[in-house]
């Protein structure tokens, strides 16, 4: 798995969600199992045949979380060289007529509608090492556009 780049809250938000599915979640799943299985033959029943896919759930979701816990960074804000785009960074940018404000943040934490893009996408890999000044062709799957960049923070 390649790095995930996390905000400190977004990390510490998965890291709780970890704790809670690892100690609450697997607990509810055991009393689900544990009551069908107090309802007799369990190749034919139900109840319990979904406890055990709610099991699987919630341990697949464990995984997950745990993989991208393990293979995280935490964006430092503020750190290293300002003037160029990196993870982290507040990027204003002109396209067209319109000014844009983007946060460049990692894939976990894109949000697009509300300006928070990531580094993986057309927009955030066309930015990411540029500086104030410089012009960006990004192509998306609607085409090519050209950016130029008003500044960075």
Not at 23 to 41: F, P
């Amino acid at each position: 798995m390649e790095t995930v780049y996390l905000t400190e809250d977004r990390h510490k938000e998965l890291q709780e969600e970890l704790a809670k599915l690892k100690t609450e979640g697997r607990g509810v799943v055991a009393d689900h199992l544990k009551h069908a299985k107090e309802l007799g033959d369990l190749s034919e029943n139900s109840e319990y045949q979904e406890a055990r896919e709610e099991q699987s759930r919630v341990e697949r979701k464990i995984n997950q979380l745990e993989e991208i816990i393990r293979h995280s960074s935490i964006i430092k804000q503020g750190s290293g060289n300002k003037d160029i785009v990196k993870v982290g960074s507040k990027v204003k940018v002109e396209k067209g007529k319109d000014t844009i404000l983007y946060v460049i943040v990692g894939s976990n934490e894109a949000d697009p509608m509300n300006g928070r893009i990531s580094n993986e996408s057309p927009i955030g890999r066309g930015l990411i090492g540029m500086k104030a000044g410089d012009t960006v062709l990004v192509t998306t799957p609607r085409g090519e556009f050209s950016i130029r960049i008003l500044s960075v923070e």
